[in-house]
């Protein structure tokens, strides 16, 4: 696979106002995204993300390390590296508040040098596709924030760049709004094989957009690997077990200790036993206090698990996690 961002060893300390104190925002991060593929930057609010991304599209300037856009360094080679990137930020700012949504489409679609046939035609096709054929005349700064997000993502994609970096783009969005910019974003991965980084804290978009996620905390990586992987590495992990009889005093002394967080939920008929296992040996364990009293297992089943309760049990777990590597 052919890598089109290179992000090495970078660190990023902002100064607070009014005070000597620094804050250590990106720590040494290095990670990297191979044409066409949709990564997830995930990571807790002031995890360093939004200062990642600005770094990548060259807002930012990173106090040591590089970053390489299809092989050309974004600080030396700043504009040739950065005709490949377009960028959706907070607050929108790659739209022009006092033109109407077709306006900024027509503008930025004529960017390039395309003919006006082929302009109009570009237009009309996004303002179907983003359902903003209604609002096509509206004043920018009228729309809605929701279709403001809609409309800044259409415009990055009328750039045509390799890469599109988006940061939160589902953020404040209802609902179906929300569903319907995670649907845009696939076909757009989909059709031109481009390149999209999404921060976000909107775990459906790691779980149905997403192939990889890289986690933050406190501006370092903790974690690197295809979200089919994490699925697969945390749901082996996770057991509901049907016990045909009850555990015992001794049973469930014996499982805090092993398993401080397992749960037990006693019923006369069947009980169900839930544990959460570090490591896939742990199950051996796990039947041998089982096994102690004779208690019947009715039937074994992996938790279903979504990849809300994997990013919380990695940023939260603690040290049981750090560094989750599947490969
Ligand atoms: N301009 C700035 N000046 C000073 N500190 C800053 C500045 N921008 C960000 N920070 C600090 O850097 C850290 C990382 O911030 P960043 O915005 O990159 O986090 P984030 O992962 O995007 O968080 P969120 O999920 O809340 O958007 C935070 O501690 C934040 O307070
Ligand atoms: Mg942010």
């Known amino acids: 696979m052919e890598p089109i961002i290179e992000v090495k060893n970078v660190m990023k300390t902002y100064k607070k106002r009014k005070s000597k104190e620094y804050i250590q925002a990106v720590n040494d991060v290095s990670f990297t995204v ?6 997830g930057l995930l990571g807790p609010n002031g995890a360093g993300k939004t200062s990642t991304i600005k770094m990548i599209c060259g807002l930012l300037i990173p106090d040591s390390g590089s970053i390489t856009i299809n092989g050309l360094n974004n600080q030396k080679k700043r504009l040739e590296s950065l005709r490949h990137i377009s960028a959706v930020l907070e607050g929108n700012r790659n739209l022009y508040w006092r033109l109407t949504v077709r306006e900024n489409l027509e503008y930025f679609a004529g960017n390039r040098g395309a003919s006006r046939k082929e302009v109009l035609e570009r237009v009309e096709d996004l303002l179907v596709k983003f359902h903003l054929k209604d609002k096509e005349t509206e004043l920018v700064n009228r729309l809605s924030r929701g279709m403001q997000q809609k409309l800044a993502i259409a415009v990055a994609m009328l750039a045509d760049s390799d890469v599109i970096l988006l ?11 929300g569903y319907e910019v995670r649907e845009l974003l696939t076909s757009i ?3 031109d094989n481009r390149t999209i980084i999404i921060s976000t804290h909107d775990m459906d978009v790691v779980q149905n957009l997403c192939e990889r996620t890289v986690i933050i905390n406190n501006g370092q990586i903790v974690t690197d690997d295809k979200v089919a992987n994490l699925m697969r590495l945390f749901e082996v992990r996770s057991y509901t077990i049907s016990l045909g009889g009850l555990l015992s005093g001794k049973q469930q002394q014996l499982l805090l200790q092993k398993f401080p967080d397992y749960h037990y939920e006693e019923d006369t008929i069947v009980s169900t036993l839930e544990v959460d296992l570090a490591k896939s040996e742990e199950i051996y364990d796990l039947f041998d206090v089982l096994k102690m009293e004779g ?6 089943d992996r938790k279903t698990i979504n990849f809300e309760q994997i990013f919380m049990e990695i940023v939260k777990g603690g040290n049981k996690h750090a560094m989750v590597q599947s490969s």
């Open 34 to 39: 191979n044409r066409g593929e949709i990564l």
């Open 167 to 177: 940061d939160e783009p589902t953020l404040g969005l209802d609902v179906e709004t």
């Open 189 to 191: 991965a989909e059709q």
């Open 295 to 300: 208690t019947p297992v009715e039937a074994i």
